[in-house]
């Protein structure tokens, strides 16, 4: 079994695009040491990120991020264990403004907030999963 964590947070006023990217090249490579994947949303100031992996690894990496000055007001939307990992061989994806428009016929997302999202923490989890069927976002960064 793995575990699960999915959180929303507020984008620190000094986290731009290259700390962004800072914090995806950082997490891609312990990720893949760690056995840990997922995906990072950034829409306008708020991100929301799903992570996966061995229990003990992915309560470990989520105290790190939480107490990280690069966010602030982070919110587990849902946790929980899991059989099968949803972003196997992802060590961290990433969609920002520019990759949500595939999305937008289902979520009206130019109407609403990831905060507001997640209110509803199933339909916040059909959410970040259905970043999966766009292949590119696995390398992707906001600087790329
Ligand atoms: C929004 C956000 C998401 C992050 N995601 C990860 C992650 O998936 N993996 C990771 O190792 N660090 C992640 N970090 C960075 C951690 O907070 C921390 O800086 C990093 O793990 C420290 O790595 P080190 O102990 O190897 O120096 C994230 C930080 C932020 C702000």
Not at 34 to 42: E, F, S
Not at 76 to 92: I, L, P
Not at 120 to 136: M, R, T
Request: aromatic share 10%; hydrophobic share 40%.
């Amino acid at each position: 079994m793995i575990k699960y964590i999915l959180y929303v947070s507020e984008v620190a006023d000094h986290c731009g695009e290259r700390e962004t990217t800072d914090i995806l090249k950082k997490s891609r490579a312990n990720n893949e040491q760690n056995a840990v994947t997922g995906m990072l949303v950034r829409k306008n100031k708020q991100f929301l990120q799903y992570i996966e992996g061995p229990s003990d690894t992915i309560d470990m990496l989520f105290k790190k991020i939480e107490t990280d000055d690069r966010h602030r007001s982070v919110k587990v939307v849902n946790q929980g264990m899991a059989s099968d990992r949803v972003f196997f061989n992802w060590e961290m994806a990433f969609a920002d403004e520019r990759n949500l428009q595939p999305l937008q016929w289902k979520w009206q997302l130019d109407k609403i907030s990831l905060f507001s999202l997640a209110d509803d923490g199933e339909e916040c989890l059909a959410f970040i999963k259905a970043f999966l069927c766009v292949p590119q976002l696995a390398a992707n960064t906001p600087l790329s």
